[in-house]
């Protein structure tokens, strides 16, 4: 599989077998599968090129070594990525470590993506070669100053060379939306880019953060996986009714979602 297997904008895990070694260990299986996934990939990072396609491979590699385990994904709207022409900013809220390993499947063989990130991403063993090799933003969520200028500064020099940004802008990663923590960096850049937006919802908690080690938290294939892509929208002025809508679109899917859980 080269790209997600997409139908109408939407991608949904097909009916599969999980082993027994899976069903009983999903911690274990996923955790050894995604470690010599990353071997692999910031070996060839390191030592030679990795291309937009090895990324989109080496993500795929993730949702496969999660769906082996009995999580499910729900993927929509992804033909809103297609409404745009040129790079844009994707806004979304921010639950963990999944949605930056398994969004470039989804966005990659669309546009050019890259994400802004913590600095300590760029700088983990092994694979701070992968995360550099795809030219990121790393700011240090310790000084929003120095953060906020690196932003706007960095991204606008991507956008402009055509490669379009995954923003979180509530900073810390958490299972539970709060707006108020959503603060308003990513229609300020798409502003100044003259950019448009595309809304982002996700439900990322069948890999929560861990309690031990951040990234490395307790898989749970009861809970599905689910990314929701907006209509794309245009700032205009402050982006205050922009930044708005972003809200209301991610609290809403998260309330659509809760129900169905």
């Not at 990130?117 to 092994?126: D, E, G, S, T």
């Not at 995954?166 to 502003?191: C, H, M, T, W, Y």
């Not at 003259?194 to 919802?201: E, F, G, R, S, T």
């Not at 009714?241 to 809200?247: K, R």
Request: one cysteine or more; glycine letters at 8%.
């Amino acid at each position: 599989m080269s790209e997600l297997p997409v139908t109408d904008g939407v991608y949904r895990t097909a009916p599969r077998r999980v082993s027994w070694l899976a069903r009983t260990f999903p911690s274990l299986v996923f955790f050894l599968r995604l470690t010599f996934s990353v071997l692999r990939a910031a070996k060839k990072a390191k030592w030679s090129s990795y291309g937009g396609q090895d990324w989109v491979n080496s993500s795929l590699e993730v949702v496969q070594a999660l769906e082996s385990v009995g999580v499910e994904f729900e993927i929509t709207g992804i033909d809103n990525l297609k409404k745009v022409d040129g790079p844009c900013l994707i806004v979304g809220n921010h639950m963990g470590t999944l949605e930056t390993m398994v969004l470039p499947a989804v966005i990659q063989p669309i546009r050019e993506v890259t994400f802004v990130v913590k600095l300590a991403l760029v700088n983990y063993p092994v694979f701070k070669h992968v995360m550099r090799s795809r030219n990121p933003i790393a700011v240090t969520q310790t000084d929003p100053r120095a953060d906020l200028k690196l932003m706007l500064k960095g991204g606008q020099e991507r956008l402009a060379n055509g490669v379009s940004l995954v923003v979180f802008p509530q900073g810390e990663r958490s299972s539970e939306f709060d707006p108020s923590q959503f603060n308003s960096i990513g229609v300020k850049l798409a502003g100044r880019a003259k950019v448009p937006i595309i809304p982002l919802a996700l439900q990322t908690d069948a890999w929560p953060v861990g309690s031990i080690i951040s990234d490395v938290g307790t898989i749970d294939p009861s809970k599905k996986v689910r990314f929701a892509f907006g209509e794309p929208l245009r700032v205009e002025g402050r982006g205050t009714e922009e930044n708005e809508a972003i809200v209301q679109f991610i609290s809403e899917k998260l309330r659509q979602w809760q129900d169905v859980n």
